[in-house]
């Protein structure tokens, strides 16, 4: 690592994005903040940033996060132009300051998408996504049915890409980065995990349909294939898995939701 | 000191120990399906795995729940975190694991602070919340013929954790939430995210309900219940710097506290070995390094103190392997609070890595040569990039830095063996009670308290405490609701009103230094009266000191850590009260006074096996200390030894 003694700190100059609650126009405001370390992160920055406006009796900027460590998927916004900034595979909140150097600008912005209302500043509202697991991102089974674990076999590799569609953290990057604000990818990973897993089998078509027919009603738009949200993701959710929703619905609406014989595992 | 003789009943039912929760389940009465549990509405504030857990599985039963988080969704509770796995007594392995061997540990680890029957609970449901996980899609890890994989942990001798990658929590939870947003869509549960619950409604001796505050538009509001469950998770960010998410608070738990509910053991609080370790006053939170790790990694000091020198420059002869060398039938998976303390004790003589005074290093390297580098990335990759992305370099090449940092707190509001507090109706799960783990947790044993809470026993006892108690009369009209929203609002503006010059961070930072520095991973009786005197006087500089800017009616989250900061400026002294009076050392509480002559924890189970329980008495008041006799009747009290 490089050396930490070295407490100069670095000037940094900030775009951010400022909005009331519920008013119409927000607009960017310049910030300058000094003494930045490389091990602080971006969020750490923002919270110092946020201290000299309360001290100066300045409203603080709000954005949201809990976690800092890249797996609840609280936090979220647009960092010079890239959801989630330009190192792939890590959040907002997984930004070091390590990336930049003295004197660059960074813009700061919310997740834009029209699913996505701004609640203030750079914090949105992602309940869209909540709606749509609502109609099928689920087994249904109630507590005290299950068999034992090991009665139901699964091959590794359907366990390990069962896994990889599973780490998706619902942050929304996916949409704010697509053209069309399309909400595919996140809806196929679930779709995906668990169409992979026997468990998943009987309700995979209906689930399907569901899930799908809820994220057109809020209003998500269409995936034409841009890949712009593999790109941001932050948990590397392949875009195969969008073909893979895609082969589940055509499937399901050929058969019906309830027809499908498969159990899952293909 | 005072201590107070009230009669802490834990309602245990009677029996061997291996009958009690069946005998239990068969003697407690039952609520008919249908439209009598629909009349019956409950609380349950969080949606972690024990809150998201119970909400779900209430729901599935027809009660009608209302169901509290701070987080924009109810699948970013603070369980999403956990990384490293969930113990079960399933015995997959053949290698002489069951029940009564989980109890076992369960109770050694805690250094028999618990319970026996709720921990013998605790290990029976173990198994069917494995069977549940994997029925509801969760993708653990498996073996090539398609069963589940286990690894194992600290603490004990058998490999009976179960995983999903380094990422157990958050697929456990995603598990949780599955069951919840069928439930929401089913509308038996009602969903209340970005709700913040700031008092609980007590009305002639019965919780009836909560007062919550709508993050987004500052609206308080009164929510009314047969019956109230906080399952609001644990305290650790009293230290300010801690594992735990930056919105983990005690509030909930606090606020039932002034109402009435006894809290208990708060002293027993876990540092964890291995968080990467402090860089600077500006850091909001630790980051953790799954246990796990300490399967394959060796930890070690230079042998010489003030020793600069980059780690790979050391050579093998002026390393000490201090974990191995001290307790060599556990070596490096020596329970928690062992390992943190003994790095303490490594650092305290000026052997650190070069990094800091308080870290040391977690090295891969014998590992990398016996299994390769592709093994031990599949096993720990996610965490090696973690570590590169903060620290900056690779821990396939240069051994990790570690340091020990807080991470879990046992101590939570007194519970008996119906999960229920000392008030009626008011029910506590998971993290926030105190019931299962003593005066130490073992490594994956959060989780599966966390679903064995959720899944199986707020909805048995819930549901026997309703099928007695009468439907409440009490609605969100009644007057104990208006007296305790007004005084919500009150305290709000206060807030506020305040207008002083130090802002929230710096506050809570000072009052981290005085928990971390004398509450923390060893204590004395000097340090913990410096301690409560200093806290004392940082809750009156709050109180005119604090900045705070924003307003009441819209999303302010300064305020919201400014709200959360007083309860722990009040839970903090608490904590160190209770530590003065442990005059023993037991797992996570280390008092200096009590050791052995090579420094190990010194119990004193003639005098303090028992459960404190403090009873507010009212603001700047001393607390009384209440005593739960601890009663082991399947075990016997021995010295615990790892070495
Ligand atoms: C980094 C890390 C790694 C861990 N790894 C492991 C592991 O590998 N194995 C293991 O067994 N344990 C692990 N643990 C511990 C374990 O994750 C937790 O103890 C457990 O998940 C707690 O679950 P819970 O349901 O009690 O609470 P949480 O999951 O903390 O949920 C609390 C809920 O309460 C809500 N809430 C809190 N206050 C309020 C309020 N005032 N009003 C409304 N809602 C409120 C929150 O929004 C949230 O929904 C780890 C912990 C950490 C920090
Ligand atoms: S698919 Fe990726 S970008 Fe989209 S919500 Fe999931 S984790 Fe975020
Ligand atoms: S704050 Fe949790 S992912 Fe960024």
Redesign the pocket.
């Known amino acids: 690592m490089s050396d930490s003694s070295a407490k100069s700190g670095m000037t940094i100059h900030l775009k951010i994005w400022r909005q009331a609650r519920s008013a119409a126009q927000g607009r960017f405001v310049d910030y300058t903040v000094s003494g930045i370390q490389q091990e602080m992160s971006l969020l750490e920055m923002l919270d110092i940033l946020n201290e000299d406006l309360v001290r100066k009796g300045e409203e603080a900027i709000e954005f949201d996060s809990d976690c800092r460590?890249g797996i609840c998927g609280t936090c979220g916004m647009v960092v010079s132009g890239v959801a989630h900034g330009k190192h792939a595979g890590t959040t907002t909140c997984e930004i070091r300051m390590r990336q930049y150097k003295d004197g660059d600008t960074i813009t700061i912005e919310p997740f834009r998408a029209g699913p996505f209302p701004i609640i203030k500043d750079l914090v949105v509202g992602r309940e869209a996504f909540d709606r749509i697991q609502r109609k099928g991102g689920f087994v249904s089974t109630n507590v005290g049915s299950a068999p034992d674990g090991n009665a139901i076999l699964v091959s590794k590799l359907a366990a390990d890409d069962a896994m990889d569609a599973a780490t998706c953290i619902g942050c929304g990057a996916c949409v704010a980065a697509c053209p069309n604000a399309s909400a595919s990818l996140f809806v196929s990973a679930k779709i995906s995990q668990l169409a992979w897993l026997p468990q998943g089998g009987p309700e995979r078509g209906r689930r399907a349909l569901a899930m799908i027919a809820q994220m057109d009603a809020e209003g998500f738009g269409d995936c034409s294939n841009h890949g712009e949200c593999e790109a941001v993701c932050p948990k590397q959710i392949s875009i195969q898995n969008i073909a893979k929703m895609r082969r589940e619905y055509v499937k399901a609406a050929w058969t019906g939701a309830d027809k499908s014989r498969s159990s899952g595992g293909d | 000191m005072t201590t107070g003789n009230r009669v802490l009943d834990a309602k245990i039912p009677g029996g061997p120990l291996a009958d009690k929760w069946d005998r239990h389940e068969m003697e407690n009465p039952l609520v008919a399906p249908g439209g009598n549990r629909r009349k019956l509405t409950v609380i349950v504030?969080?949606?972690?795995?024990?809150?998201?857990g119970a909400a779900a599985t209430l729901g599935e039963l027809g009660y009608n729940v209302l169901n509290?988080?701070?987080?924009d969704t109810?699948r970013r509770?603070?369980?999403?975190?956990?990384?490293?796995?969930?113990?079960a007594a399933k015995n997959y392995q053949n290698d002489g694991d069951s029940v009564q061997r989980l109890f076992y540990d369960t109770i050694k680890g805690g250094d028999y602070r618990s319970r026996e029957a709720n921990v013998y609970r605790l290990a029976q449901l173990s198994t069917g919340i494995i069977d549940q996980s994997v029925a509801m899609g969760v993708p653990f890890a498996r073996e090539y013929g398609g069963a589940l994989s286990n690894r194992s942990f600290g603490g004990v001798q058998v490999s009976r954790t179960f995983y999903a990658r380094g990422q157990?929590?958050q697929q456990l939870?995603l598990g949780v939430y599955s069951a919840l947003v069928r439930q929401i869509e089913a509308g038996t549960v009602k969903m209340f995210p970005r709700?913040?619950?700031?008092d609980l409604v007590v009305v002639d001796g019965r919780a009836r309900g909560i007062i919550?505050r709508e993050l987004t538009t500052g609206e308080i509001k009164r929510f009314a219940a047969d019956a109230v469950v906080l399952?609001?998770?644990?305290y650790?960010p009293v230290f300010y710097l801690?594992?735990?998410?930056v919105?983990?608070?005690a509030?909930?738990i606090w606020r039932a506290h002034r109402r009435g509910a006894l809290f208990s053991n708060p002293c027993y609080t876990q540092i964890h070995p291995t968080a990467v370790p402090q860089m600077g006053d500006y850091q909001s939170k630790l980051t953790?390094m799954?246990?796990s790790l300490r399967n394959d990694g060796r930890v070690w000091v230079p042998k010489k103190p003030g020793d600069k020198r980059r780690p790979n420059e050391i050579p093998e002869s002026d390393r000490d392997y201090y974990l191995e060398r001290r307790y060599p039938a556990f070596g490096n998976l020596v329970p928690r609070d062992i390992a943190a303390r003994a790095a303490k004790v490594e650092s305290d003589l000026g052997k650190s890595a070069y990094f800091s005074p308080q870290s040391v290093y977690l090295d891969f390297a014998e590992a990398i040569g016996r299994l390769g580098k592709g093994v031990v990335g599949d096993r720990y990759g996610n965490l090696f990039d973690m570590y590169r992305e903060i620290i900056g370099d690779s821990p396939y090449d240069t051994p990790m830095m570690i340091y020990p940092a807080p991470?879990?707190t046992m101590g939570g509001l007194w519970v008996d063996y119906n999960l229920q507090g000392t008030i009626e109706g008011l029910f506590v799960?998971?993290?926030?009670n105190f019931s299962d783990h003593g005066a130490n947790r073992l490594?994956?044993?959060?989780?599966?308290q966390?679903l064995a809470d959720?899944y199986f026993v707020v909805p048995r006892v819930v549901a026997s405490y309703l099928a007695n108690a009468k439907a409440s009369t009490v609605k969100a009209d009644h007057d104990g609701f208006k007296a305790v929203e007004d005084e919500s609002r009150t305290h709000i503006q206060r807030l506020l009103a305040i207008k002083g010059k130090r802002t929230v961070r710096d506050m809570h930072w000072e009052l981290g230094r005085t928990m971390w520095d004398k509450v923390g991973m060893a204590r004395n009786a000097g340090g913990l009266k410096e301690a409560i005197a200093e806290i004392g006087k940082l809750r009156e500089s709050f109180w005119h000191d604090l900045a705070l800017t924003g307003g009441a009616d819209d999303l302010n989250k300064q305020l919201e850590q400014a709200n959360r900061l007083c309860d722990y400026l009040e839970l903090g002294e608490l904590m160190a009260r209770d530590a003065l009076m442990r005059e023993e050392s037991c797992g996570g509480h280390f008092r200096e006074e009590h050791q052995t002559p090579e420094g190990e924890a010194l119990r004193d189970d003639a005098n303090f096996a028992f459960v404190s329980a403090w009873e507010y008495t009212g603001p700047g008041r001393e607390p009384v200390m209440h005593k739960e006799p601890l009663a082991f009747e399947n075990v016997e009290l021995k010295t615990r030894s790892y070495k």
């Open positions: 460590e | 504030v969080g949606t972690g795995l024990a809150g998201g509290f988080c701070i987080q109810p509770a603070h369980s999403v975190a956990a990384q490293g796995g969930i113990n157990t929590g939870l709700h913040e619950m700031l919550a399952a609001t998770g644990g650790s801690s594992t735990n998410a919105n983990c608070n509030t909930a953790l799954s246990e991470h879990y799960a998971g993290e926030a490594g994956a044993s959060a989780l599966m966390g959720g």
